[in-house]
């Protein structure tokens, strides 16, 4: 006989249960569903009463792997078979997300089954009760995942931090850490120690003026004082130092980088510096200019005994251990020198003077180096070139040849000397250092994106766990400001690694994809976007694009450009005065020059030359990066472009950007 139904009065009692409970009939037909079930199931009460369960809550086709119908099934079965209560395991069943037909919502729960027996003991109801663990299942599974997420990274990062400090022991620069204010040595590549003569254990974790006293001079001192205090990068070029090295005291020189290593609070924490020795290069110069400086002298001062002169200078020059060469106005050789005719491989001047220097130049520079001294020689000036010339086992070599014109006593032109010396070795180093810096800036981005999981995976669980404390918790007076600064610090970190990835990716862009571009459009499209901004600064901006025509460059680019330059002029307003901003534009020969004026707070003229440094800030009550003027400057100078600025403070700033015209406007 059919089953009858509970009774109508009971069945608002049991809708309005506590906890999530479901009433079935013995065929598993839906006949009534507590308010907490419905709101945990994202169900309707009249959606679902009067269905098959299985049919009102069906197996979720993306999960496979959780059998939810089927153990639910073996669990009511096992009710029917024994009535008596069964718990379940917990259990991964989704639900159908009813605003979103077709789709699921996960969840996961923790079942039980609980069987109503009428008065000959059968099963008359069975009532399946859930707790929805939906929140802890999921954020174990986080935080398993995270961990595992975070272990890789951490692995990762530890084979690249190797591989980098590997690649920097054995580079042909000399490569250096020093931490802390006496400057300790914390690392000092194989290049390093040998230009100082110092093994390792003697260096380390000591004071480099410690070990090295005798380079502890004046101007040294106050490079990495300046470096460290400061926390502003120094470009030294043929710097001075004295070592001791093979048993006596020297003078060298270097081209280095200083460059300050900050902390996780940003404080400067050490120096780090790469350096190449050029004391060669440097002394070889010395002689050059003082045996051209002697010649010149010697020439003016004794026309009349020009013949006993050239003599002495020819010994001179032989004794020189450069490459050092006269030619006469014409440009006709006068004379070289034994290590010139050493190099090409020739016996006698009158060998070499037969065919020139054309031969041996390469063939990329031949046109090049020819067209240089005949152009100094026309309006009498010095010329510097750096050009190959093959040498007398056919090999090229790379020479930088200096060219200064000589006169007569009566000012009449005598012709050119020079002198050449080999920089092969020299340019491979810059090579080898250019590809270092480029092995940094892979690293810095590298590092910058494998950041961003943990990081991602930390603020989550914060968010999880603010979420997760009891309110009183939450709102106790250290626990809940101190999760707002975590949140706060998380995503001041997120904003430091987009900005170095930015940085890095932009200083990799050296050929960016140019298109034509309507400038007059893409300020249109920025003004939209800063329509609010516009609104809340009450400002007046002016735009003034028309008939020009389009330039060469990458749209995200100049729409980037655009966007920093006019939010800019707005966020640095002046407090006194209604901000106004005119947007105009001319062209010159091959360019676009945008202008923006504004009437804001302006910039100190002696801060001008820092305004495009990477986090370098002037103003610091409004939010920033310091890296968007730096950003602008790249990208204009990556496509062919410059940018200009103009500025008096207190009163306002002009920016001129020289944007490539596209080549079918080029006339």
């Known amino acids: 006989m059919p089953l009858a139904h509970p009774s109508t009065n009971l069945l608002p009692v049991f809708n309005a249960l506590p906890g999530a409970t479901l009433l079935l009939s013995p065929d598993w037909v839906i006949v009534a569903a507590s308010d907490d079930y419905l709101a945990a199931t994202l169900a309707e009460r009249e959606a679902i009463i009067g269905e098959f369960i299985f049919d009102a809550f069906p197996d979720n086709p993306l999960t496979p792997e959780a059998n939810a119908v089927a153990n639910v099934r073996a669990s009511l079965e096992q009710v029917l078979a024994t ?52 929140a802890s299942r999921v954020a174990a599974q986080r935080l398993r995942e995270s961990r595992a997420s975070e272990q890789a990274a951490h692995a990762e990062a530890a084979y690249h931090r190797h591989e980098l400090q590997h690649f920097l022991e054995v580079a042909p620069v000399a490569v250096a850490l020093y931490q802390g204010p006496e400057h300790r040595v914390e690392f000092a590549n194989a290049t390093t120690l040998a230009i100082w003569g110092r093994t390792r254990e003697a260096v380390l974790h000591r004071p480099v003026f410690e070990v090295m006293p005798e380079a502890a001079t004046p101007e040294v001192l106050a490079i990495f004082e300046r470096v460290f205090t400061l926390g502003q990068p120094h470009l030294a070029s043929e710097q001075a130092s004295i070592i001791f090295r093979h048993g006596r005291q020297e003078t060298v020189y270097w081209n280095m980088v200083f460059e300050p290593q900050r902390g996780p609070d940003g404080r400067v924490k050490g120096i780090f510096t790469v350096g190449t020795e050029v004391t060669e290069q440097v002394r070889a110069r010395q002689q050059v200019e003082q045996l051209n400086q002697a010649l010149e002298t010697r020439v003016q001062a004794r026309t009349a005994e020009l013949r006993e002169s050239e003599a002495r200078f020819r010994i001179m020059a032989d004794a020189a251990p450069n490459q050092v060469w006269a030619v006469h106005p014409d440009g006709s050789i006068r004379y070289t020198n034994r290590a010139f005719l050493d190099f090409v491989g020739l016996e006698t001047e009158q060998q070499y003077s037969a065919t020139g220097w054309g031969p041996y130049l390469h063939p990329d520079e031949r046109e090049l180096a020819q067209a240089t001294l005949v152009e100094a020689i026309a309006q009498r000036r010095p010329y510097v070139l750096e050009h190959r010339m093959r040498r007398y086992d056919g090999q090229y070599r790379w020479l930088l040849a200096q060219g200064a014109p000589s006169f007569l006593a009566g000012g009449e032109l005598y012709g050119y000397v020079g002198s050449a010396i080999d920089i092969t070795e020299l340019k491979l180093a810059n090579e080898q250092l250019r590809r270092t810096n480029a092995d940094l800036d892979n690293f810095i981005y590298t590092a910058s994106h494998d950041l961003k999981a943990p990081i991602a995976n930390i603020e989550g669980l914060l968010t999880l766990l603010r979420e997760e404390l009891p309110p009183a918790v939450a709102a106790h007076e250290t626990i809940g400001p101190t999760l707002v600064r975590m949140l706060d610090s998380v995503e001041r970190f997120k904003r430091t690694l987009d900005h170095l990835t930015a ?52 749209e995200k680019n100049l729409r980037s450009i655009v966007y920093n330059l006019l939010s800019n002029a707005l966020k640095y307003h002046h407090p006194d005065r209604r901000p106004h901003v005119d947007v105009r534009g001319h062209q010159r020969v091959g360019f676009t020059v945008l202008e923006v004026h504004d009437n804001g707070l302006g910039i100190a003229a002696h801060q001008l030359p820092k305004l495009f440094t990477m986090f370098q800030r002037f103003h610091d009550h409004v939010e920033g990066s310091g890296v968007g003027l730096y950003m602008v400057k790249r990208m204009v100078e990556n496509a062919g472009g410059r940018v200009e600025v103009h500025s008096q403070l207190g009163a306002g700033t002009t920016f001129f950007v020289h944007l490539p015209l596209a080549e079918s406007n080029q006339g």
Not at 86 to 100: G, K, S
Not at 107 to 120: E, K, N
Request: aromatic share 4%; proline share 9%.
């Open 503 to 554: 940085v890095s990716k932009l200083q990799k862009e050296h050929a960016p994809s140019l298109s034509a571009v309507d400038l007059a459009a893409v300020v249109e499209d920025v003004r939209l976007d800063l329509a609010p901004l516009l609104r809340e600064t009450n400002a007046e901006l002016r735009v003034h694009l028309d008939g020009l025509p389009a330039v060469a460059f990458a």
């Open 83 to 134: 009535r008596q209560p069964h718990d379940m395991a917990p259990q991964h069943y989704d639900v159908p997300d009813r605003a979103h037909p077709g789709r699921f919502v996960e969840r996961h729960w923790l079942p039980r089954h609980t069987p109503v027996l009428d008065a000959a003991g059968e099963v008359e109801y069975i009532i399946q009760s859930v707790q929805d663990i939906t």
